[in-house]
């Protein structure tokens, strides 16, 4: 199933909310060994990189590296911590049901998994961005709360026309977020922590801007696609982030309407700039958003 395969309906198989079966026992010692290469890179590339909650969730839900997690496993695990679950989908699902999965505390995980020859890269969401990427982060209460609070607030921006801002929201966060601990910058977005490349540029690389978090900056603020990100928002707590997404975004959307976008990597007058970024991976390519 490619990106741009019909978001109208259902694809053959799939029930009305998009869900299909995993069929974990259908997945090849090929696929398997596909999972386990990245996991095994991820895991030790991350020590030091990916933030506590991040990896107390890889143990909790014992994310090992052998093979495909079956989803059926983890949500015994997932659903006693944070009454979240795994459930399977062929790929991109339309917003609306999108949103409603998360709202109600289910989380669509592509079943596919990539090719050997895409290991550092791929477009959609596959097996290994959605469950080892997003997923033990769901093992987090906090984080628990906000994503089922993102849910919720998907399908009322949908219904006001503001989902372009909503979905900066999540990819500003839920995708390439960074926090600040005790120890320094450490990664919570699901994009980065999937990627053993930017797992790396968005903490080490000088090229980026690291901008404190703030919701209408964010929701301001384009994002890549196609690339590493050129600027990453990063949040003081978990707490701060749930308590960001629990406010009436009713004014948050009426004070945006009166602003313009700001372009991509660019930093303004207001901004927390916590490192102000070269700019030279981006250079002068134009965005891909
Ligand atoms: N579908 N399976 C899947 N995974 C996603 O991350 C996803 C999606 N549909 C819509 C979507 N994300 C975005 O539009 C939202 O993040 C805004
Ligand atoms: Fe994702």
Known sequence: MDGTSNLDSPPPGASADWTIDQGWETYSPGEHKVWTTLYERQVALLQDRACAPFLRGLEALDLKGDGIPDFARINTEL??????????????????????????RRFPAGRFIRTPDQLDYLQEPDVFHDVFGHVPMLTDPVFA???????????????????????????????????????????????????????????????????????IRVMRTPYR???????????????????????????????LATLDDIPIGHVVAHDGVLHRGRQTHHGTRPAAQ
């Not at 699902?93 to 409603?100: G, Q, R, S, T």
């Open 145 to 215: 709360d906000y994503m089922a609070a993102y849910g919720r607030g998907g399908l009322r921006a949908l219904r006001k026309g503001h989902l372009d801002h909503l979905a900066r929201l999540y990819w500003h966060t839920v995708e390439f977020g960074l926090l600040r601990d005790d120890k320094g910058l450490r990664i919570y977005g699901a994009g980065i922590v999937s990627s053993r490349a930017e797992s790396v540029f968005c903490l080490d690389a000088p090229s980026p801007h690291r901008l404190e978090f703030d919701l």
């Open 225 to 255: 696609i196609d690339d590493f990100q050129p600027t990453y928002f990063v949040i003081p707590s978990l707490e701060a982030l749930l308590a960001a997404s629990l406010q009436d975004f009713a004014p948050v959307y009426d004070v």
């Open 79 to 104: 659903m006693g911590l944070t009454g979240w679950q795994v459930v399977a989908v062929p790929g991109l699902v339309p917003d609306a049901i999108f949103f409603e999965h998360l709202a109600h």
